[in-house]
Nanobody, 123 residues
């Protein structure tokens, strides 16, 4: 089973950009579909973006489509989330998660999570 560590969060002004990275341990990384989720204070954890095992298919929440881009490098065991045109409503703790084989957008389907990284967007 992989272990995940996120990095790259921080404070940015509205309209700015951040790039989150998630490093996975273990040579079985390519067997996992990957997802990025976020959780704002007092809210449920929600899907942000996902990518298939090969990286050929990507998925986005409507709220981030056209602004965020997910990618992965199976040789380096990493998945990234490029976030552009950030808005204050993007403020949350962002988590990467891994799921064997098939991607889904439901947090409850994922058993492997990173510790999270804080993203704060000021207006």
């Amino acid at each position: 089973q992989v272990q995940l560590v996120e990095s790259g969060g921080g404070l940015v002004q509205a309209g700015g950009s951040l790039r989150l990275s998630c490093a996975a341990s273990g040579r079985t990384f390519s067997m996992y579909a990957m997802g990025w989720f976020r959780q704002a204070p007092g809210k449920e954890r929600e899907f942000v973006a996902g990518i298939s095992r090969s990286g050929d298919s990507t998925y986005y929440a409507d709220s981030v489509k056209g602004r965020f881009t997910i990618s992965r490098d199976n040789d380096k065991y990493t998945v990234a989330l490029q976030m552009n045109s950030l808005k204050p409503e993007d403020t949350a703790v962002y988590y990467c998660a891994a799921r064997r084989v098939v991607f889904t957008s439901w947090p409850s389907d994922y058993s492997t999570w990173g510790q999270g990284t804080q993203v704060t967007v000021s207006s």
